[in-house]
C-alpha cells in the first residue's frame, strides 16, 4: 500500500466517523435499523488507527521528537475544534436537547 491508498482510506474513515456522530446521537429519534448503522460505523476509529500505525511504521523518521510533533499536531486540531464548535454548541444549547441538525445549529451559532 502507498501513501496516496493509505490517504483515501483513511479519508473514507473520516468520513464514516462523521456519519456515526451524526446519526448516532441520545435523543434521536432515527428508526432502529438507521441507529444501528450509525453504531456499525464505529469501525471507522479500528481503520483509522491500523492505517496510523501502518504509517508510522514506514516513517523514515521515527525519533521521540517525530512523535511528539505528530502529537502535539493532534492536539493543536482537537483544542482548536473544541473552542470553536463544542463547547459554543454546548453553551448555545444549555442543558436542553438541540432541535434539528446539530451541526447546523453550531454553525449557525459559530457564524452569528
Do not use: D
Request: proline share 3%; glycine share 8%.
Amino acid at each position: 500500500m502507498n501513501k496516496k491508498t493509505t490517504q483515501m482510506i483513511k479519508g473514507i474513515a473520516i468520513l464514516i466517523m462523521i456519519m456515526h456522530h451524526f446519526i448516532v446521537i441520545p435523543f434521536s429519534e432515527l428508526p432502529y435499523l438507521v441507529t444501528l448503522f450509525g453504531y456499525a460505523c464505529k469501525i471507522c476509529v479500528a481503520i483509522y488507527a491500523v492505517l496510523s500505525g501502518y504509517g508510522y511504521f514506514f516513517a523514515k523518521e521515527k525519533t521521540v521528537r517525530y512523535g511528539l510533533k505528530k502529537i502535539w499536531g493532534l492536539l493543536q486540531i482537537y483544542w482548536l475544534s473544541l473552542f470553536t464548535l463544542f463547547i459554543p454548541a454546548a453553551m448555545r444549547g444549555g442543558g436542553k436537547r438541540l432541535r434539528g441538525s446539530w451541526l447546523c445549529n453550531c454553525l449557525v451559532f459559530c457564524l452569528t
